[in-house]
């Protein structure tokens, strides 16, 4: 069993292989609906943003290569969902089946407590980030059939909910 991966922040120098691991994805994967890879100026701007908000951007190394990252920002833009976060996870092709998925969740949970966030949804279209991300504590909370068109078929997806903190057992604090 390998050793278990370095969590940190995303830097700049990680850009590239992030844009490595999410173009894989786009192109060959199910994890994402977009259909064009962004550029590395494009993923680089995605990050900065969700960190000038605050939010946790993360990277998975093993060996001193990134093994996968993953961030948390905002469910919906409307008011009333602002305690309420979306994570997503992108685990290299060469690092699957070594904890990286899980370890990244996991990681993400804290940074968003500490932001005073209630609950984390995760939209997932790829079924085997169900699981992954069931081991972390999260549920089924829905299913939406065929709403995405790639790979000429229609894919489902599940969107899966773990509370933060309190979750709804209390009042948020404002």
């Known amino acids: 069993m390998p050793d278990a991966p370095l969590i940190r ?3 700049a120098r990680d850009m590239p292989e992030i844009t490595a691991i999410y173009a894989d994805e786009v192109l060959t994967g199910l994890g994402t609906f977009e259909l ?3 550029d590395a100026e494009e993923m680089a701007r995605r990050r900065a943003a969700l960190v000038a908000d605050g939010f946790p951007y993360l990277v998975a190394e093993i060996d001193e290569r990134v093994a996968g990252y993953a961030y948390a920002g ?3 833009p409307r008011p009333a969902y602002r305690y309420t976060v979306e994570n997503s996870v992108y685990v290299a092709a060469w690092a699957r089946r070594q904890g990286v998925g899980r370890a990244l969740i996991e990681a993400l949970i804290a940074p968003c407590i500490a932001l005073g966030k209630r609950q984390m949804i995760a939209v997932i279209s790829n079924p085997a980030s169900i699981g992954v991300h069931a081991a972390a ?3 089924e909370a829905g299913a939406t059939r065929a709403v ?4 000429e078929r229609w894919i489902d997806v599940v969107t899966m909910q773990r509370p933060l903190g309190k979750g709804d057992g209390a009042p948020p604090e404002e």
Not at 148 to 151: E, V
Request: overall charge positive; glycine content about 12%; charged content about 20%.
């Open 137 to 139: 504590g999260f549920v």
């Open 148 to 151: 995405g068109w790639k790979f």
């Open 36 to 38: 064009t890879p962004p």
């Open 74 to 76: 905002p469910y919906r």
């Open 9 to 11: 922040a995303a830097e």
